[in-house]
């Protein structure tokens, strides 16, 4: 098993631009995540799935899209990117609510 | 909004020396997990507590969930510069299971 696999791993992005973070997961798992990590911050949701064809909102879901057409992929859409938006994102997944998160390798994004 | 808060955001301690981290919750949660972050790598799961004043032990680490199950603290004995990394606790909103949010981390520094 690949487990959870992220797409690209370092971006660099103008402002205005916009493009799609890649996550994929061979675990079957329900649950798929999008967090974004900042300096002291921690890790923050953007947006969630528990299921394909239903996702959610998180912490902070503002300038950024999500859909979940399969169980495996979990595509985060970055629709006019912004320096804010500057950070590392990682994608995780777990089987059911209780369950251990499994994370990807991560997504340096910088928006210059 | 609810939060997650750990103490202190860095430790330095010399190798073989304890180190604790402190998590506290703004509300009561249903379960609390806690996961390692090594510098430059992805959040990886420690462990999982459930029960109100549960203690669990992984060789030199010690988890302990508070009886009002709104504080939690891991507890490392004598480091070691394996344990350099970001320890986070997570655990669910309130009103779904669904979303889980992190707290801010404590950094550990291993001094050998």
């Known amino acids: 098993n690949a487990g959870v696999t992220q797409t690209p791993k370092f971006q660099v992005l103008k402002t205005g631009q916009s493009m799609t973070l890649q996550c994929a997961q061979d675990m079957n798992h329900e649950y798929m995540s999008w967090y974004r990590q900042d300096p002291g911050m921690g890790l923050r949701l953007i947006h969630y799935?528990?299921?394909?064809?239903?996702?959610d909102q998180g912490e902070v879901p503002n300038g950024y899209n999500v859909s979940r057409s399969t169980t495996e992929d979990f595509p985060l859409r970055l629709l006019s990117a912004a320096p804010s938006q500057t950070s590392v994102y990682f994608c995780a997944s777990r089987q059911g609510r209780y369950n251990e998160q499994f994370f990807g390798p991560g997504t340096r994004l910088t928006v210059l | 909004g609810q939060q997650v808060m750990q103490i202190p955001q860095y430790q330095h301690v010399q190798e073989g020396e304890d180190f604790t981290t402190y998590c506290n919750s703004s509300t009561t949660l249903s379960n609390i997990q806690w996961y390692k972050q090594r510098p430059g790598g992805h959040p990886v799961f420690l462990i999982q507590?459930?029960?109100?004043?549960e203690v669990k032990k992984q060789k030199r680490l010690t988890f302990q969930f508070g009886e009002a199950k709104k504080n939690s603290s891991l507890h490392i004995t004598a480091t070691q510069t394996t344990d350099v990394g970001t320890y986070f606790c997570?655990?669910?909103?309130?009103?779904?299971?669904?979303?889980?949010?992190f707290g801010t981390g404590t950094k550990l520094q291993v001094i050998p």
């Open positions: 997570a655990g669910p909103l309130s009103g779904g299971y669904q979303k889980v949010t």
């Open positions: 799935s528990v299921g394909a064809g239903i996702t």
């Open positions: 507590l459930v029960k109100s004043g």
